[in-house]
């Protein structure tokens, strides 16, 4: 069986595939090998085909097949399935809905980790530079200081990153897509 294809869906088809249109497919396929409609290779051949697709064309061929049942809307890509989380009353992509918040919380955590060091170092060390038993283990704190506080600027990074890609991509879709 084939699905339909509304004509305003068909126009997007050309797109770049998001992480989230692949996490999607991938959650349709799973849904339809636990149903028994596809086998174990299947399911294995069309995730790995999911995990490397460029479009949203490309995604929708790996789940043309599939009998709908509900479970495909917006053009063909798959409706995230139910999970644990979503059951239990709590959002099923909270770590998707706000990476800024999530990366400035890791970057806080790995600053206080560097404060911890560069405080561990200054007690390692009291009389700063000269001889004492410890001063070894001061280098150490503060290299692994500084390697606390480049990691902090990475993890912002990427969070400020995966912000902009996902505004980006929000503007990009329409409202029906956005959910609103």
Known sequence: MTRSQDPASAGRD?????????????????????????TRDELGTRTGLALTAQTRAELAGLIADIPADGALADGG????????????????SAARRRPLARAAAGSVGCLIIAVALG?????????????HPY?????????LALAAVVTAVGVMGFGVAASVERRFLGQRRSPAERGG
């Open 77 to 92: 890509l798959a409706e995230p399935a139910r999970t644990p989380a979503a059951e239990a009353g709590r959002p099923p």
């Open 135 to 143: 001063q070894s283990w001061a280098r150490v704190c503060l290299f």
């Open 119 to 131: 405080w561990a170092a200054l007690l390692a060390d009291p009389d700063g530079v000269g001889p």
């Open 14 to 38: 050309w797109l770049w595939a998001g992480h989230a249109d692949r996490e999607d497919v991938i959650e349709t396929l799973k849904a339809a090998f636990v149903h028994g409609r596809l």
